[in-house]
């Protein structure tokens, strides 16, 4: 059957060969002028109490090179800074995120960048400075970013209409559905839902109206007719990868026997990136747990007091290379939670085995504060595929056997798919996503999902539980849930 297929799509294309030289839409650069100006107000809005704040009151505290940061040296600074935060939280995506979102991220990146700029001004200054003026700029960054958000939101909305949308699938269905639940309906206007069999056996004419496209689980061949075609014809197009092209995201482009060649390897990155990744995790688990401390201990006494069983919860699972481990959590549950050894995920909230002071763990991930312990010790990262229990892996490898490509990495602590995915994202989506992670290894990843796991620690949504009977695998050739 797939033979037929791709036999019928190689016909269509050869038919369908004489593309238009040139796009039938120009690129709307009024459209991106416009939003590069829109986010550039964003910082000089929320730079501006800064700089009056610091111009005011703080530059007649320096003591260490005042001339140098009088020339605006520490201005730049927060604008660098505030920006990098910015955008690890996606604090700009006008178009993308609701205003409620937006701010969200704008009050992180804000909060995060006032953090840093008062510890370099109390290097500078060499006593802790006010922080009285401090608190007042940041009220007015939280008021200005509040209204930035709902103005820039208005202002896009009200200028540019949704895009009209296709959505072609073929193993996974139903993501028309997600643009209403995550507010997107706005963007995207969805006018035509077919299977990719509809498409190809039209010639394609179905998408002609279109101004985007989203090309969900597609085979290769298929997916590659359609398109060169949106390309051609100026459609911009958003494909949910399959893992094949996960993996060969990070190929590396090579020129041999004079062809264009692309190389793809098993995770191996260079020694000098294991070096400053380890050391990454020394330094970091060592801060933590010195800054963390305190709610350590608290927590500690909190379950003991609550049950008088154990604080501590060692579980077994896999890392790099299948190899196992006993990683350490604070205990949520009540002791007898897995008494018949059976391995269950948690339901979330509707869970009967969470103790009350586990409810609150869970929800802000306090319970897996110990494993930085876990981390000094070496046998987990800082950032890396969140580690799996053997059983469930093994469950989930008899539907999805490339689910075992996760162990090519060292676990860790927070990972790419906890901070864009959820408790409940499908381990299918996971493994997708931690791919995408294990394909590109870099420090400054690293930095980024460590500050972007800020993000989602008070957020409901990200410690969902698995609902009774919701779909745990899913391969290539399965629908998605």
């Known amino acids: 059957?797939?033979?037929?297929?791709?036999?019928?799509?190689?016909?269509?294309?050869?038919?369908?060969?004489?593309?238009?030289?040139?796009?039938?839409?120009?690129?709307?650069?009024?459209?991106?002028?416009?939003l590069r100006l829109i986010k550039v107000a964003n910082v000089l809005m929320i730079a501006l109490p800064f700089i009056l704040c610091w111009l005011l009151y703080y530059v007649h505290t320096v003591v260490i090179f005042p001339s140098v940061y009088r020339g605006g040296g520490i201005i730049l600074m927060f604008i660098v800074l505030y920006a990098f935060f910015g955008r690890t939280y996606d604090a700009f995506l006008v178009s993308l995120k609701?205003?409620?979102?937006?701010?969200?991220?704008?009050?992180?990146?804000?909060?995060?960048?006032?953090?840093f700029m008062y510890i370099v001004l109390w290097l500078m200054s060499g006593a802790f400075p006010n922080i009285l003026p401090a608190l007042a700029a940041l009220a007015g960054q939280i008021a200005l970013?509040?209204?930035?958000?709902?103005?820039?939101?208005?202002?896009?909305?009200?200028?540019?209409?949704?895009?009209?949308t296709g959505v072609v699938y073929d193993v996974r269905r139903g993501v028309e559905d997600l643009f209403g639940q995550y507010g997107m309906e706005q963007k995207f206007d969805v006018q035509v839902v077919c299977t990719v069999e509809e498409c190809l056996e039209r010639n394609m004419e179905m998408l002609g109206s279109l101004t985007s496209v989203f090309l969900c689980g597609v085979h290769s061949h298929e997916r590659n007719v359609i398109l060169k075609y949106c390309v051609a014809n100026g459609i911009v197009v958003y494909i949910?990868?399959?893992?094949?092209?996960?993996?060969?995201?990070?190929?590396?482009?090579?020129?041999?026997l004079h062809?264009?060649?692309?190389?793809?390897?098993?995770?191996?990155?260079?020694?000098?990136?294991?070096?400053?990744?380890?050391?990454?995790?020394?330094?970091?688990?060592?801060?933590?747990?010195?800054?963390?401390?305190?709610?350590?201990?608290?927590?500690?006494?909190?379950?003991k007091l609550e049950d008088g069983g154990s604080i501590l919860y060692r579980q077994t699972r896999?890392?790099?290379?299948?190899?196992?481990?006993?990683?350490?959590?604070?205990?949520?549950?009540?002791?007898?939670?897995?008494?018949?050894?059976?391995a269950r995920l948690s339901t979330g909230e509707s869970d009967p085995r969470i103790t009350k002071i586990g409810?609150?763990?869970?929800?802000?991930?306090?319970?897996?504060?110990?494993?930085?312990?876990?981390?000094?010790?070496?046998?987990?990262?800082?950032?890396?595929?969140?580690?799996?229990?053997?059983?469930?892996?093994?469950?989930?490898?008899?539907?999805?056997?490339?689910?075992?490509?996760?162990?090519?990495?060292?676990?860790?602590l927070t990972g790419y798919a906890q901070v864009y995915g959820k408790y409940n994202t499908t381990p299918y989506d996971k493994l997708q996503m931690d791919l995408m992670y294990i394909s590109r290894p870099s420090i400054i990843e690293d930095v980024k999902i460590l500050f972007a796991t800020m993000m989602?620690?008070?957020?409901?949504?990200?410690?969902?539980?698995i609902a009774p009977g919701q779909v745990v695998a899913q391969n290539d050739d399965k629908p998605a849930a």
Request: glycine share 6%.
């Open 259 to 303: 062809l264009p060649m692309l190389r793809v390897d098993r995770y191996n990155p260079p020694p000098e990136h294991l070096l400053a990744k380890r050391a990454l995790d020394i330094l970091m688990s060592i801060f933590l747990l010195v800054l963390t401390s305190p709610v350590l201990l608290v927590t500690a006494v909190l379950i």
């Open 1 to 34: 059957m797939d033979a037929q297929r791709r036999a019928q799509a190689r016909g269509r294309e050869r038919r369908g060969r004489s593309l238009p030289r040139a796009p039938k839409r120009a690129i709307n650069l009024r459209h991106d002028f416009g």
């Open 456 to 465: 989602i620690l008070f957020k409901r949504d990200s410690t969902e539980g």
């Open 318 to 342: 896999l890392t790099k290379d299948g190899r196992e481990f006993s990683m350490l959590k604070f205990r949520s549950m009540v002791e007898s939670a897995e008494r018949d050894g059976v």
């Open 145 to 164: 970013g509040a209204f930035w958000c709902w103005a820039a939101n208005r202002w896009y909305f009200a200028h540019y209409a949704g895009q009209r």
């Open 98 to 115: 609701r205003v409620s979102e937006m701010f969200y991220a704008q009050l992180l990146s804000v909060v995060f960048a006032d953090g």
């Open 359 to 412: 409810r609150v763990l869970r929800s802000h991930r306090i319970d897996e504060l110990p494993q930085l312990f876990n981390v000094l010790g070496g046998s987990m990262s800082i950032v890396g595929p969140r580690p799996e229990r053997p059983e469930i892996a093994a469950e989930y490898e008899k539907e999805m056997p490339e689910f075992a490509l996760r162990l090519q990495a060292k676990a860790g």
């Open 240 to 256: 949910i990868p399959r893992v094949g092209d996960v993996i060969m995201s990070g190929a590396k482009k090579i020129h041999m």
